[in-house]
């Protein structure tokens, strides 16, 4: 086994952990021989306990990072808003790759202070890039009946969020039909054109 394929047998084997039983349960013995290697080379490569939950984050959060670019930039169905495309995405992201988007959505306590950080940005990115996507949609914002553009991304980003959640806790009763519907409904009720305007 390569470098790079152990390093990456031992930071699924954390998640894994993570997902199951939570931050708490992660120590460096459980690790070794759910790896079948010893102690010594997961310290070899991560240098203590913090440094190994960090080097897990940090891998989870690129690839939800990578896998949320996709999603923004999946082309909408006909008749499907961007907004949902890009639900569609993210659901697709989610069903492929659960205990990463557990971890990120729904984390459990104990995990290191950098995961909160880096959760903090990712909220301030997306709201961001909603508010990009709305402005090129409209620059002058002239067309949209809702008057409070700024709520209005707050409480879309928010919702988005627990659509996710619902998926993970229970991806039988909130299929991805359900959910897109949803999504629909929300971009519509938020982000509505006045009678008379001609869609982008």
Same mark, same amino acid.
């Given at each position: 086994m390569s470098v790079d394929e152990r390093r990456d047998q031992i930071l699924d084997a954390? =998640?894994?952990l993570v997902d199951a039983e939570g931050f708490h349960a992660v120590a460096m013995d459980r690790i070794a021989q759910a790896c079948g290697i010893t102690r010594t080379l997961i310290y070899q490569q991560f240098g203590n306990l913090p440094g190994l939950l960090l080097a897990m984050v940090d891998r989870e959060f690129g =690839? !939800? %990072? !990578? #896998?949320f670019q996709r999603a923004e930039r999946r082309p909408p169905a006909p008749g499907q808003s961007r907004f949902a495309a890009g639900v569609a995405g993210v659901l697709e992201a989610v069903d492929a790759?659960? %205990?990463t988007w557990r971890m990120l959505l729904m984390p459990s306590q104990g995990g290191p202070p950098e995961l909160y950080e =880096?959760?903090?940005q990712a909220r301030s990115l997306t709201r961001a890039h909603m508010n990009e996507a709305l402005l090129a949609a409209d620059p002058a914002l002239s067309s949209l009946t809702n008057p409070d553009r700024a709520l209005a991304? #707050?409480?879309l980003h928010t919702m988005s969020q627990e659509l996710v959640r619902l998926r993970l806790r229970d991806p039988a009763a909130?299929? %991805?039909?359900r959910l897109l519907a949803q999504a629909e409904w929300m971009n519509k009720a938020m982000f509505g054109r006045k009678p008379g305007t001609p869609a982008p």
């Open positions: 954390v =998640r894994d =690839r !939800a %990072a !990578a #896998a790759d659960p %205990a =880096r959760l903090e991304i #707050a409480m909130y299929t %991805a039909e």
